[in-house]
């Protein structure tokens, strides 16, 4: 034992002068280049700048601005946690020092708070570091500030392995992508999936959608208990269905329930859920990934290859149909088709960015569909009166279509999904790079530095929500009895993001949301068997697998 530690410390130290040697290469990756660019960007010139140790370092771009007249407290003077050369303040995630886990970095950031307060520093490997935001004032700060291109800090290992791959990639996507070239992507690719006239009309086939999951919980239930084993497989099927039928303008047959998935499709639901976990792995690990193809390079990278093969090979089958039927196809069915056509007769867009965007928008709508209906459904079912109080919204719809007028009017269901993202939204923090210099909680920040503004955490605090932690939808219900999110602090409530870089699925999603818990508080008596728990990856999600006990309802 003694021996395994001693080799694995200096096993750490070898690795360490490594990359020391290799500071260059890390000086090279794409974030601080970008970030230096963000300060460029925005015409910021301070020079007057510190290293961890309180040096002068004249390269080091994340230097607070000194203000005049008062004591000057840098972005090194926050507090956290004690930082060592070459790990930052990554040795807390080590699983030798086991004080922390990495599935639980949602308590990790929570505990970090109580420890050093509303503002506290990070260090990367690197020496990048990272501020998190708490203070609601800070967080409204940061994320309303009026951008032309905000900046979200990329996802490097996705940057890195897109990069390696200009045979599929003209470009890093919308998701990662900067600048001028990421709102060319994102105002051509997104205008039809955020469209209002094309989602109600998307609306029948989403409820054929939603109907034949429910026929799918239905066969898949166990006739003795009444329970759905590995619920949480089923409802990745459902996003994906879903999420296919929008994007490609055709039902998949993912959900049939007497035939047996192709197994490319669970491993496709396998890849998804693998991606966020390594994307995980590679920002809060040791970033050995980018010298070395470590295991988290080569899941990443085996994960990423599997969806764009799969979904690559959906949309040439489209593409091969579409030729063939396009003529004589209805109006009915080429009004479905529109995101796909729309997106395919895009001009002056690489079919390399056509493709990956189509990807991209399948591989988002799974995943975060599947643990946002979990999450709901927990909050739902810890309240009986919830249950009733949905019902009676739907009662009528038992055996008809839900169309936009009950959604409208779904005032209480409404408000239990809003309370449910309040407490527990599968993207729970945002991440931005400030674009010009800002005083947050008594701390000069440079243009250039990466904040992550920390929503989940900041509302369950009573100081912003009357008994934080209490499941409430009657915070969202005004005094009229219409919801509202006209509410004090609701502006930190934000699970689909903020400004021109929130989330191009966010009306897709709440249309599909409401109606799916609609129809399946119609359809069933749902509970969970175990209290459902939480974890870690990347997004926030429910610790697996997941029984539900599914009670036929009578009328
Ligand atoms: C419950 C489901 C979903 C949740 C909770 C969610 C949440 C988010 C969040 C928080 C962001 C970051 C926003 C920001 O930084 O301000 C985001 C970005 C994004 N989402 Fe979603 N999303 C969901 C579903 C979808 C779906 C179905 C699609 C595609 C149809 C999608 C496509 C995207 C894209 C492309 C971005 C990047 C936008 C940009 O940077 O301009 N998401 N999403």
Known sequence: MVMAVILLIALALVLCCYCAINRQKINAIYLKPLLKKTRQLTNNTANDNADVNGNANANDCYHATPIQGRQRRTIWDIPGPQRIPFLGTKWIFLVFFRRYKMTKLHEVYADLNRQYGDIVLEVMPSNVPIVHLYNRDDLERVLKYPSKYPFRPPTEIIVMYRQSRPDRYASLGIVNEQGPTWQKLRSSLTSSITSPRILQNFLPALNAVCDDFIELLRARRDPQSQAVHNFEELANLMGLEAVCTLMLGRRMGFLAPNTKQPHKISQLAAAVKQLFISQRDSYYGLGLWKYFPTKTYRDFARAEDLIYDIISEIIDNELEQHKNTAACEDEDAAGLRSVFLNILELKDLDIRDKKSAIIDFIAAGIETLANTLLFVLSSVTSEPQAKLRILDEFCEYRHTNILQDALTNATYTKACIQESYRLRPTAFCLARILEEDMELSGYSLNA????????????????????????????????????????????????????????????????????????????????????????????????????????????
């Open 448 to 555: 250039g530095t990466v904040v992550l503004c920390q929503n989940m955490i900041a509302c369950h605090k009573d100081r912003n929500f009357h008994e934080a932690k209490q499941f409430s939808p009657e915070r969202w219900i005004d005094a009229s009895g219409n919801f509202t999110v006209n509410v004090d602090s609701a502006s930190i409530v934000v699970p689909f993001g903020v400004g021109r870089r929130t989330c191009p699925g966010k009306r897709f999603v709440e249309m599909e949301v409401v109606l799916l818990l609609a129809k399946l508080v119609l359809a069933f008596d749902v509970d969970f068997v175990e209290p459902l728990q939480t974890e870690f990856e990347f997004l926030l999600a429910p610790k697996t697998p997941l029984s539900l006990v599914l009670r036929d309802r009578t009328f």
